[in-house]
């Protein structure tokens, strides 16, 4: 209960903030992020100290539905996410501290901000449904402030309202999910529906309904179209947010009402999180390794990162189902630390990226380039990210994924014959992704960092204030230890996944070393992160000495490789389209009919020769592009009965007395 209340206190205190940040404005302003920084900490601190020690709080407040109240609880999972959310708010809230707030839209951000960081902790702590939506709905609205914040831009005036539709969309479907679990009897607090689980019709009903709901924050395909363009329209550090933390709300808003709410699972259950996780992991890599927009890029990324979540999500589900405990926890825990590793380095990419906009104006990877020698730190700091979300070891991006991957290869033990001849599938869609997903950032670092630089604005680029540099700093420090300390991150998890899936990893002291990641037994499952870190640095160092020892001695300087090209210009590098054609070439023209033009003037002709590409999202046109032309269409149509005359409006009204009144007599 204590815990409660600090919670409680920490989360009033930002809603202070918010309230004084929005009313006084001018000075206060300063305070905004330093009192959300020192709020999250709190937070933090009172949710791992919960997680850790397994205990659970509750409170009821007389406010909300009548009879009903407005139920918090503090449990282990809302533990687990709350740390997740604070430790990605402290890094914002550092990064927001080195705006030139001379220059910078703040007045509009700042008093936000806070606010969205109390709407997500609340979510996380609701304990029924009406707090549940009113939270969830004060998050959406939060967040929708911030990415019009810049309301003069077009772009962003369409990204939020489009963000607002699907933000609708999503809570009505909840809406029905809360619907079905209270039942006929109303029971909306969270212990009454765990009291009385659904009928089977009625929990498929709501699966579907919370998948829909939580699968549109969380950008699943096709529910995923706001995020490319609300993530990059937002400021780089409510990017951060939104992308890295408050898509983890929406995991973990699946997650209570499938793993806590609905009770014990069906096993079929877990075949729309895998499909549709296993479409979103590759179509988002690939509309991320087609793209030269550097925050839609990574926003496109998250994408992928969330469909590598739900996969892992249904696996738990299914191995849950089957009373397959030991590989639930696997399954479970990948996802679990996939949440906590997302959430490090994707906060970390988009704040590089926010450097890299505010050093030199631009998000186009191909006006970029060179940036590694104007912006040193930043460049290593996303070259951490990088690695990370690529999950190459000994970084915190391959642990999660590793686990996952020894979930893949439990599945084809699971008895139903979908599940048992799916995981194959499901294993090489995965193993697709993690390719892509490399190619994807050697294309990004490359462009942006290596090189000459493309434009005058990458020429005359400068690093960020230190602030920024400590936020970025901090971040990528973490993907290093989340990759080397992986074990231990696993190991206190253990409460979570008791409470999920009723079974847990291997406990520590069971490998060759106190660091060892044991999924399922040492013979045949186990990763040792320290050993692998020392034996890239001994490799590494080994080959620099050979290198030097053999080479000469004396620094030889000589001309470039120029590609053929005597010119020196940089326009003779490589761009990002040129790293994305072979890409584009194999699996653009199946998943987006990618067509390529080239037009070659004949010899003597002093025209300049054109190359274009066209590419159809078909996810866009059939599920929203189709949809709105039908609505617009209709709306033409009914257009005319604003232009009737009294009369007419009069009969319209008789006529539609008569359809009522014959319809109430032919269903009493």
Same mark, same amino acid.
């Given at each position: ?313 249904? /696996?738990?589900? $299914?191995?849950? =189902?089957?009373?397959?405990?030991? %590989?639930? &926890?696997? !399954?479970? #825990? +990948? @996802? ?82 979908? /599940?048992?001849? $799916?995981?194959? =599938?499901?294993?090489?869609?995965? %193993?697709? &992704?993690? !390719?892509? #997903? +490399? @190619? ?88 040792? =992160? ?6 890239? &640095?001994? !490799? ?129």
């Amino acid at each position: 209960m204590p815990g409660l209340y600090v919670s409680g206190v920490a989360l009033g205190a930002l809603a202070i903030g918010a309230a004084m940040a929005s009313l006084v404005r001018g000075p206060a302003l300063a305070f905004v992020y330093p009192l959300s920084a020192l709020a999250a900490v709190v937070l933090g601190v009172v949710d791992l100290q919960v997680l850790l020690s397994g205990s659970e709080a509750a409170i009821r407040l007389p406010i909300g539905l009548p009879t009903i109240g407005f139920h918090l609880r503090l449990d282990t999972l809302s533990a687990f996410f709350g740390i997740v959310i604070n430790g990605g708010v402290v890094a914002a809230s550092l990064y927001g501290m080195g705006f030139d707030r001379a220059k910078e839209l703040t007045p509009r951000v700042e008093p936000l901000f806070p606010l969205f960081a109390a709407a997500m902790n609340l979510v996380l702590i609701a304990d029924d449904a009406y707090a549940f939506l009113f939270s969830w709905e004060l998050m959406s609205l939060a967040s929708w402030a911030l990415v019009v914040a810049r309301h003069t831009d077009p772009e962003c005036r369409r990204a939020a309202h489009l963000y607002l539709v699907m933000a609708a969309i999503g809570t009505v479907a909840l809406l029905f999910a809360f619907g079905g679990l209270a039942g006929p009897a109303g029971g909306y607090a969270f212990d009454t529906v765990r009291a009385h689980r659904p009928q089977p019709m009625v929990a498929a009903l709501v699966l579907t309904a919370a998948l829909v709901g939580c699968g549109s924050k969380g950008g699943l395909i096709p529910l995923h179209a706001w995020l490319p363009l609300a993530h990059p329209a937002a400021p780089s550090h409510v990017s951060a947010l939104m992308s890295g933390v408050m898509t983890k709300v929406a995991i973990y808003g699946f997650v209570r009402i499938a793993f806590d709410l609905l009770g014990p699972p069906d096993w079929w259950w877990a075949l729309p999180p895998i499909v549709l996780g296993a479409m979103t992991a590759v179509l988002g890599l690939l509309y991320a390794v087609l793209d030269r927009d550097l925050k839609r890029v990574l926003a496109y990324s998250t994408i992928e990162n969330i469909g590598v979540i739900f996969v892992a999500l249904g /696996l738990a589900l $299914a191995f849950s =189902a089957n009373a397959q405990h030991e %590989a639930a &926890a696997v !399954a479970m #825990a +990948a @996802a679990l630390l996939h949440v906590l590793n997302h959430s490090w380095f994707k906060s970390l990419l988009f704040l590089g990226a926010g450097a890299i906009l505010h050093a030199t104006g631009r998000r186009d990877l191909d006006g970029l380039g060179g940036l590694i020698r104007r912006m040193p730190r930043t460049a290593a700091f996303f070259l951490v990210g990088a690695l990370a979300i690529s999950a190459l070891p000994p970084l915190n991006g391959f642990v999660s994924e590793w686990l996952l991957f020894q979930a893949v290869i439990a599945a084809p033990a699971l008895p139903q014959a979908a /599940l048992h001849f $799916a995981s194959p =599938a499901i294993g090489a869609m995965l %193993a697709l &992704a993690a !390719a892509l #997903a +490399a @190619a994807c950032f050697v294309r990004v670092y490359g462009t942006a960092f290596l090189g000459r630089p493309r434009s005058a604005e990458a020429a005359g680029a400068h690093d960020v204030p230190l602030a920024q540099q400590a936020a970025m700093g901090g971040l990528a420090f973490l993907c290093i230890l989340g990759g080397l300390m992986g074990s231990v991150l696993a190991a206190a998890l253990a409460p979570v996944l008791h409470k999920l899936v009723g079974g847990a990893l291997p406990g520590p002291g069971s490998g060759p070393t106190p660091f060892s990641l044991i999924a399922f037994d040492p013979a045949r499952s186990i990763y040792d =992160a320290p050993v692998i870190a020392l034996f890239v &640095a001994i !490799a590494s160092l080994t080959t620099l000495i050979v290198v030097h020892r053999l080479s000469e001695r004396r620094t030889r300087r000589g001309p470039a490789w120029d590609c053929g090209f005597p010119d020196p210009s940089p326009a003779t590098q490589y761009t990002a389209s040129s790293f994305a054609q072979p890409l584009r070439r194999v699996y653009g023209a199946a998943a987006f009919a990618a067509r390529e033009t080239v037009v070659m003037p004949p010899p003597g002709d002093i025209r300049p020769a054109r190359f274009s590409v066209v590419v159809v999202d078909h996810l866009w046109r059939v599920f929203y592009a189709a949809p709105g032309q039908a609505v617009l269409g209709l709306s033409e149509c009914l257009n005319v009965l604003q232009f009737l005359t009294i009369r007419r409006y009069l009969v319209l009204m008789f006529v539609t007395l008569v359809i009522l009144l014959s319809i109430a007599a032919v269903t009493t």
